[in-house]
């Protein structure tokens, strides 16, 4: 998981997240990485508009983001 968080961070990727938050709760958010330190991170989550600390244990899927874009004709 550490490695993929790795590469998000270096192409500057959106990913979506499968996470597994303190309460045992478990959440879907969009994030992206700003910086990775032992076994935390922290990114963006586009879910709570704010800046946030995840656990790198607590990740169950990273997926990257692609953006379903618009065509103008």
Same mark, same amino acid.
């Given at each position: 998981?550490?490695?993929?968080?790795?590469?998000?961070?270096?192409?500057? +990727?959106?990913?979506?997240?499968?996470?597994? $938050? =303190?309460?045992?709760?478990?959440?879907?958010?969009?994030?992206? @990485? /700003?910086?990775?330190?032992?076994?935390?991170? +922290?990114?963006?989550?586009?879910?709570?508009? $704010? =800046?946030?600390?995840?656990?790198?244990?607590?990740?169950?899927? @990273? /997926?990257?983001?692609?953006?379903?874009?618009?065509?103008?004709?």
């Amino acid at each position: 998981m550490r490695e993929q968080l790795i590469k998000a961070m270096q192409r500057n +990727q959106l990913v979506n997240m499968i996470y597994v $938050a =303190k309460d045992g709760s478990v959440t879907k958010r969009r994030i992206k @990485v /700003i910086k990775i330190v032992g076994d935390l991170f +922290q990114a963006f989550c586009f879910t709570r508009c $704010a =800046k946030r600390t995840f656990l790198i244990s607590n990740v169950l899927v @990273v /997926i990257p983001f692609v953006s379903k874009g618009r065509e103008v004709i």
